[in-house]
């Protein structure tokens, strides 16, 4: 089984072991907090994609905003989650395609793509880059978020050997050791928050959006840290060279220190 294979399935099992995305965790708010400076508003009534959809907390949170559809789109075995999650909603509001990215049928009539937390976990992302323009209406824009490398260097240095291990562990090993790093996270999250003028790495990030989370939450979050078997934390210029494998008007800003938000706007002729 190659790398991208073997990540579908292990994300599979996540999002399906991990399905609950009720909270903050799954919120319109944490979206816009992902895509910004885009602005979620811009979604009311317009059709819309969800590239790597896991548990559709994403897709439920574009409905919230008021898109008049969602496209979601997934791989592994979460579309079944995905399903379950939308099966109350007046047909035709939801299209579930079990496909990877880089399968997306062209001439879609898409507004808008998101993909969050999502490219940086494929070994070759741009196929995906290019069937998603293929997919929007000219004018359409696509929002991606990836992982930085700059300003996450002493997370890297911490985390990377630990996933070394991590990911070849089982599940129940996983949990065990998202439980146990819990609790200096806990520690950290709270120093970043009494000491608000100190210039902690990631304290931004660990009071605005980890500080918020319910501790399930919180270790759901380092478990998805300890699960993939491919990682990139790109550079700016990684990033931008991404969206521009198509050819995207690309926008490109620095979120919170430590990712990337990459805006693709597809030219009108």
Not at 83 to 99: N, Q
Not at 226 to 239: C, G
Request: positive net charge; hydrophobic residues 40%; glycine residues 8%.
């Amino acid at each position: 089984m190659d790398i991208d294979s073997k990540t579908i399935t292990d994300f599979g099992k996540q999002w399906t072991t991990y399905d609950d995305s009720n909270g903050f965790f799954g919120s319109t708010e944490l979206l816009a907090d992902f895509i910004s400076p885009f602005e979620i508003s811009a979604f009311k009534d317009k059709r819309v994609a969800d590239i790597g959809a896991g548990t559709g907390r994403f897709v439920l949170a574009l409905l919230d905003a008021g898109a008049a559809q969602v496209i979601a789109v997934e791989p592994s075995q979460a579309m079944e989650v995905v399903r379950a999650k939308t099966s109350h909603l007046e047909s035709g509001r939801v299209i579930a395609l079990d496909i990877r990215g880089d399968e997306l049928p062209p001439n879609l009539g898409l507004d808008y793509a998101i993909s969050i937390g999502v490219l940086h976990h494929i070994s070759d992302p741009s196929p995906v880059v290019k069937a998603v323009y293929e997919s929007l209406n000219p004018g359409g824009k696509f929002i991606v978020w990836l992982y930085g490398k700059e300003g996450n260097q002493l997370y890297l240095a911490l985390v990377l050997p630990i996933r070394i291990v991590s990911k070849r562990l089982p599940h129940w090993g996983k949990a065990l050791l998202a439980r146990l790093l819990d609790l200096p996270l806990a520690i950290y999250i709270g120093l970043c928050k009494l000491l608000p003028s100190f210039p902690l790495p990631l304290r931004d990030y660990m009071t605005s959006i980890l500080g918020r989370l319910e501790p399930t939450k919180r270790r759901l979050v380092i478990y998805d840290q300890l699960n993939p078997q491919y990682a990139k934390y790109y550079t700016r210029d990684e990033a931008y060279n991404l969206m521009r494998s198509a050819p995207f008007n690309v926008a490109i800003h620095h979120r919170r220190g430590y990712s990337w938000v990459v805006i693709g706007t597809k030219p009108i002729p």
